[in-house]
């Protein structure tokens, strides 16, 4: 049971009114494992039966928790059992008939996405896993709704170079066919290096082959009320300001504790973590930027950029994990450029690089995210950025991912829009200095020594 003061209910009610804090995401993880089948056309008959079934009460338990709670619940998801394991026997054609199935399935529930169309190849690609990839750029183009996301490192295997020159060309085409929308479809594609099975944000949501028949996660974002409480505290030293922000990640933990006990109980179904991330939006005041601005910067990107970022992550983590028995997904703190409106300023101006974002990314909770560069950037050079940032995930025994958009016809100084929660990119420069003869080599880079802990 929890229990909550007089004082708290009062501080969350002026968090949700002044300081944008919402429950980002409930996210219902479903295994499909019992609608595998040898016939295709079966396989997605008992897809889309088994959502419409499971998740029919999601969106409506969602929209009565906002209600009573008064907290708002931006977005209801559904994550799936990677896609490329229970579709064994199907080839190209046919996975993309299951991404239109399960696209078809989110839109009868009125769910904003559904993630795990993708598959798990960080030591190598089975034939269905193969076709999946192959798959990929069709089947965003042709759904709405669909999420992909692939892992191709980890710290136990270490790097599949061959997948990731795969994803080098996926994307490029993924940019291509979704060219008449901003190259969007690219926006729902990421890469991985260890991730994690229980993320309830997209693009990378999945259910792992380790959870439960199905799962209830929940995502809480505050950076809003993170920033405001770094502003009343005035100049106080950084032992002092980081016990403020764990306090404050606390806080707002317990909200999405509440919720997310709610959500699983109303559904029938076991509640499984709450992922502390700090997920920023375009909306002004509800930015992470921001907060490292506060916290002391000129502008996020200026050189101790990543230090506040990495005191930040880290009380975030400890207050959050005070608050709640099971925190998982990614939890720290996100910095999608395109989806944090202090973070596009900076970038627009030239204060933050991608090596500073890279740089960044070393101490944070995910990678390169929501980056648009020029549309004519090779593939060679696409699959270097995501190589480079997928070694400091391995390395460094964390997750990172990579979320490029190519955005087709633009080049450097403009900017693309993708509406909603995705945002506003300005088209960041990269090096054009070639890694191709690096990339062509193929294979895998091995695992670092420091895997080997048995």
Do not use: W
Not at 74 to 97: H, M, W, Y
Not at 362 to 370: E, I, P, R, T
Not at 371 to 398: F, M, R, S
């Amino acid at each position: 049971m929890l229990n909550f003061s007089t004082k708290d209910i009062l501080e969350t009610i002026q968090m949700i009114h002044e300081e944008n804090l919402d429950i980002r995401t409930i996210t219902m993880g479903i295994s499909l494992f019992d609608c595998v089948s040898d016939d295709p056309h079966r396989l997605c008959d008992k897809i889309y039966e088994k959502l419409t079934h499971t998740a029919e009460h999601l969106v409506a338990c969602g929209a009565q928790l906002e209600k009573e709670y008064g907290i708002p619940i931006v977005n209801k998801r559904i994550s799936v059992t990677p896609i490329s394991l229970v579709g064994g026997g199907c080839n190209q054609a046919d996975f993309v008939e299951i991404a239109k199935t399960l696209d078809r399935a989110a839109k009868e529930l009125g769910v904003n996405f559904i993630g795990g169309y993708g598959a798990l190849v960080q030591k190598g690609a089975s034939r269905a896993a193969g076709a999946l990839l192959d798959s990929i750029p069709q089947a965003l183009t042709e759904t709405d709704l669909v999420c992909s996301s692939v892992n191709v490192a980890s710290t136990k295997a270490g790097i599949n170079m061959d997948a990731i020159a795969k994803m080098g060309h996926i994307i490029k085409e993924t940019a291509y066919l979704t060219r008449e929308n901003a190259s969007i479809g690219c926006a729902k594609l990421v890469v991985f290096a260890n991730v994690p099975e229980d993320n309830p944000f997209m693009a990378g949501a999945f259910h792992g082959m380790g959870e439960a028949e199905n799962v209830i996660n929940v995502g809480v974002s505050g950076p809003g009320v993170v920033a405001s409480a770094i502003k009343r505290a005035g100049d106080c030293d950084l032992s002092a300001l980081a016990e403020l922000i764990k306090r404050t990640a606390f806080k707002i933990t317990r909200v999405g504790q509440l919720i997310a006990s709610e959500a699983a109980k109303r559904l029938g179904v076991p509640f499984g973590i709450v992922d502390l991330s700090l997920a920023p939006t375009p909306a002004v005041g509800d930015s992470v930027a921001r907060i490292l601005e506060a916290m002391g910067l000129e502008q996020c990107g200026a050189h101790g950029t990543t230090a506040c970022l990495a005191m930040l992550n880290d009380a975030v983590k400890k207050g959050g994990t005070m608050a709640s028995s099971h925190v998982g997904g990614l939890s720290g703190a996100f910095i999608p450029v395109s989806e944090d409106e202090g973070m596009i300023a900076a970038a627009s101006s030239g204060a933050l690089t991608i090596e500073k974002l890279e740089a960044m990314t070393a101490v944070c909770s995910v990678g390169l995210d929501m980056i648009a560069v020029p549309g004519d950037t090779t593939e060679a050079v696409l699959c270097g950025v995501i190589a480079d940032e997928i070694a400091i995930g391995v390395i460094n025994n964390k997750t990172t991912a990579v979320r490029l958009i190519p955005a087709y016809g633009k080049k450097v100084g403009e900017e693309v829009s993708f509406g909603g929660l995705l945002g506003t990119a300005p088209i960041m420069p990269l090096s054009t200095v070639s890694p191709a003869q690096f990339i062509a080599r193929g294979g895998r880079i091995p695992a670092p020594i420091h895997s080997l802990r048995n």
